[in-house]
């Protein structure tokens, strides 16, 4: 099959043949169809992330349709389902995070296009137990950045309990996905994006955010929640001026340039700061349940799987516009 490889980071990726997997036990073969482009996958790229499995297809955002089946899987898919496979693949299910419901935080586990194979290929493998059916009105193209964008945001996006005043800093592909659903749910939204970006704040005013403007203002009113999804430590202490009494920070992605120091009176009064790993299962449950009757929409543009070095390259630019999503093998009419 053929496959884009990544055989160390800071090089290109090399479109190769390699041998077909084959599934084990629990697992599936998956023909991909789509797989959309992640911040992540630019992080492992450009050696941000630590030990990726080498050499490493790449792509957590894989939408495919069931192939061969091995033993043991239950009813739940049969070949020629569609399937969404995401970034959590594998936990062990025995350690104290797995069974208290944060198998996000599991000492073990695989992650999909990072410590085990992903969608950048013709086939993939998944454990069938981390997979997922995919709501119906989506296509396979428009449907892919769902799967991390839009899944790790909501993640995100629940961190900020029933926040009233929702702030997003950073206005990328995951913030467009969750502003959505956060606009559906009654939330006031004021978006930051980069100094002068005034492209960028109409399109979130014209999204319906009350107020967009640069990280370097402050809203007119105090937020009870922000979500910080651009990788810019800067934007943590920003963002924590900007927060009402017992309002919290959330910093929504894998990777964050340094945090610099700031006073404790920015803390004090019970604001908080998290961070948000992963995914577990739940929120895949809960944000495809979600997704269609919002209905989050996502804005996509097409490469072929050749052409993965191009978009990676056009994403690290910024010159993408909208998520970048490798088409495999033909899409399929639903
Ligand atoms: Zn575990
Ligand atoms: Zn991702």
């Given at each position: 099959?053929?496959?884009?490889?990544l055989?160390?980071?800071?090089q290109?990726?090399?479109?190769r043949?390699?041998?077909?997997?084959?599934?084990?036990?629990?697992?599936?073969?998956?023909?991909v169809?789509?797989?959309?482009?992640?911040?992540t996958?630019?992080?492992?790229?450009?050696?941000?992330?630590?030990?990726?499995?080498?050499?490493?297809?790449?792509?957590?955002?894989?939408?495919?349709?069931?192939?061969?089946?091995?033993?043991?899987?239950?009813?739940?898919?049969?070949?020629?389902?569609?399937?969404?496979?995401?970034?959590?693949?594998?936990?062990?299910?025995?350690?104290?995070?797995?069974?208290?419901?944060?198998?996000?935080?599991?000492?073990n586990?695989r992650?999909?296009?990072?410590?085990?194979?992903?969608?950048?290929?013709?086939?993939?493998?998944?454990?069938?137990?981390?997979?997922?059916?995919?709501?119906?009105?989506?296509?396979?193209?428009?449907?892919?950045?769902?799967?991390?964008?839009?899944?790790?945001?909501?993640?995100?996006?629940?961190?900020?309990?029933?926040?009233?005043?929702?702030?997003?800093?950073?206005?990328?592909?995951?913030?467009?996905?969750?502003?959505?659903?956060?606009?559906?749910?009654?939330?006031?939204?004021?978006?930051?994006?980069?100094?002068?970006?005034?492209?960028?704040?109409?399109?979130?005013?014209?999204?319906?955010?009350?107020?967009a403007?640069?990280?370097?203002?402050?809203?007119?009113?105090?937020?009870?929640?922000?979500i910080?999804?651009?990788?810019?430590g800067?934007?943590?202490?920003?963002?924590?001026?900007?927060?009402?009494?017992?309002?919290?920070?959330?910093?929504?992605?894998?990777?964050?340039?340094?945090?610099?120091?700031?006073?404790?009176?920015?803390?004090?009064?019970?604001?908080?700061?998290?961070?948000?790993?992963?995914?577990?299962?739940?929120?895949?449950?809960?944000?495809?349940e979600?997704?269609?009757?919002?209905?989050?929409?996502?804005?996509?543009?097409?490469?072929?799987?050749?052409e993965?070095?191009?978009?990676?390259?056009?994403?690290?630019?910024?010159?993408?516009?909208?998520?970048?999503?490798?088409?495999?093998?033909?899409?399929?009419?639903?």
């Amino acid at each position: 099959m053929r496959a884009m490889v990544l055989d160390q980071p800071k090089q290109p990726l090399q479109l190769r043949d390699v041998p077909k997997p084959k599934p084990d036990r629990g697992q599936m073969l998956v023909r991909v169809s789509t797989c959309a482009v992640c911040r992540t996958d630019l992080h492992i790229v450009d050696a941000e992330l630590p030990d990726p499995k080498l050499p490493l297809i790449l792509g957590h955002q894989i939408v495919g349709r069931v192939e061969e089946i091995g033993e043991g899987i239950k009813a739940q898919f049969k070949v020629g389902d569609r399937v969404g496979i995401p970034w959590l693949g594998w936990t062990d299910g025995e350690c104290a995070y797995c069974r208290s419901g944060r198998e996000n935080l599991c000492d073990n586990a695989r992650f999909t296009g990072y410590t085990i194979d992903g969608g950048y290929a013709e086939f993939t493998i998944a454990d069938a137990r981390y997979c997922f059916h995919l709501p119906e009105r989506y296509d396979d193209v428009e449907v892919a950045p769902l799967l991390c964008a839009g899944l790790i945001g909501y993640r995100s996006y629940r961190k900020t309990g029933d926040a009233r005043r929702l702030g997003i800093y950073g206005f990328g592909n995951a913030a467009r996905l969750i502003a959505q659903i956060a606009l559906y749910e009654g939330r006031e939204l004021f978006v930051f994006t980069r100094t002068g970006d005034k492209a960028t704040q109409q399109a979130a005013k014209e999204l319906g955010a009350v107020w967009a403007g640069g990280s370097d203002e402050m809203p007119p009113e105090r937020l009870d929640a922000a979500i910080i999804f651009a990788s810019v430590g800067a934007l943590v202490p920003a963002a924590l001026r900007a927060l009402a009494e017992g309002g919290i920070v959330v910093c929504g992605g894998i990777h964050m340039s340094d945090i610099p120091s700031f006073p404790y009176a920015d803390l004090w009064e019970e604001r908080v700061i998290t961070s948000v790993a992963n995914l577990t299962r739940r929120d895949g449950d809960e944000f495809f349940e979600i997704a269609p009757r919002v209905p989050v929409r996502t804005q996509t543009e097409t490469f072929p799987l050749e052409e993965a070095n191009t978009a990676l390259d056009r994403f690290r630019a910024g010159k993408l516009k909208r998520t970048a999503v490798l088409v495999v093998n033909a899409v399929a009419n639903q």
